[in-house]
């Protein structure tokens, strides 16, 4: 495990970032103190599959219609909130 200070890790976060690539954990200290850790990001293993909650969610047909009075306030309404 490699720790840095926050200057330290501006400055050579290229290099931090390949130690990560080749599996070392890095952490970063402000103070003395840890605040974040790089690890290698984790993939998903199985990719998303499309429509897995078909049936299962209902959407209004109407979603995506304008909402009359919304866009009244928007367009019409104070530009400030009164008091």
Do not use: C
Request: hydrophobic share 40%.
């Amino acid at each position: 495990m490699t720790i840095r200070n926050v200057g330290q890790a501006k400055a050579q976060l290229s290099a931090l970032l390949v130690m990560v690539e080749q599996g070392e954990e890095v952490v970063i200290s402000r103070s003395g103190s840890p605040i974040a850790r790089l690890v290698p990001y984790d993939r998903p293993s199985v990719p998303r599959k499309l429509g897995a909650l078909t049936g299962q969610i209902w959407v209004s047909p109407d979603f995506n219609e304008p909402d009359v009075v919304l866009e009244r306030l928007f367009y019409d309404g104070p530009i400030e909130p009164s008091p």
